[in-house]
DNA sequence: TTAGTATATTAGAATATGCCAATATACTAA
DNA sequence: TTAGTATATTGGCATATTCTAATATACTAA
């Protein structure tokens, strides 16, 4: 049955490129920051950006690609905006590079010391 | 001892880097078929070029990006040039968004339609 | 309304990425 | 050596990403 058999390509093309618009998502050391604040707890903007060390326009463009790729929930306050992982599930994701950094800390620590 | 903490926040930086280049290599559909085919055995490159569907310089650029972040392995034999993963844990970055999907099948479908 | 605070968006320049076409390199066989 | 096969690299263009600076929007308080 070749028809199904190119269906069945095509459905797993497009998840590769769901995943790869993902994996783009995550390739940023900002907004895995981001990620990594919001894994723990919701955070308002103000809050993410002390934390942040970038100037506000560039942590709003960060968090809008985040929202783009519908990674993230918002919610309202008055003036406030709060951000919280829109699925715990993402924490996992992050998570699954540790055990990648123990069997390769030394390159980790070659971009520590901007060898690389 | 705000000296110690500076250090902390710098490593974590880096850290935060190295994830980022990881990710940023995982993003790319072609990258990622490539990874989920070494993800099986390890492959010469022109069994990875009949599943790819792409150019052979095109294939080789992917390759080396592959190379440079250090995410697979090579080895030569004779003409052949084959491919592995250089760690497993590799796969288990790439499993770890299948929940992700499970969660949001809809946005998949949405590539699947090219309503995105 | 006006001023102030919080957040988002836009413009534009610099850099990075992805692709094709062409060329280079490495190995094998004749 | 020459020709052929397998893989990698380079040049150049189109598009995407990232950053800063400036501006816009939304809400609050006076």
Redesign the interface.
């Given at each position: 049955m070749p028809y199904r058999k190119k269906k069945d390509t095509?459905?797993q093309?497009?998840?590769?490129?769901?995943?790869?618009?993902?994996?783009?998502a995550?390739?940023?050391?900002t907004?895995?920051?981001i990620l990594?604040l919001l894994k723990e707890k919701e955070r308002g903007v103000s809050e993410l950006l002390e934390c942040l060390n970038v100037e506000q326009s560039n942590a709003s463009q960060h968090l809008a690609v985040l929202r783009s790729k519908?990674l993230v929930s918002t919610r309202k306050e008055g003036n406030q905006v709060f951000y919280s992982l829109r699925?715990p599930?993402?924490g996992?994701?992050?998570?699954?590079?540790k055990?990648?950094?123990q069997?390769?800390l030394e390159?980790?620590f070659e971009?520590?010391r901007g060898l690389d």
């Open positions: 095509e459905a093309e497009s998840l590769r490129i769901f995943k790869a618009r993902i994996f783009q995550l390739a940023n050391p907004r895995i920051q990594e519908n699925d599930v993402l996992k994701v992050l998570d699954s590079l055990d990648f950094f069997a390769h390159e980790a971009v520590l």
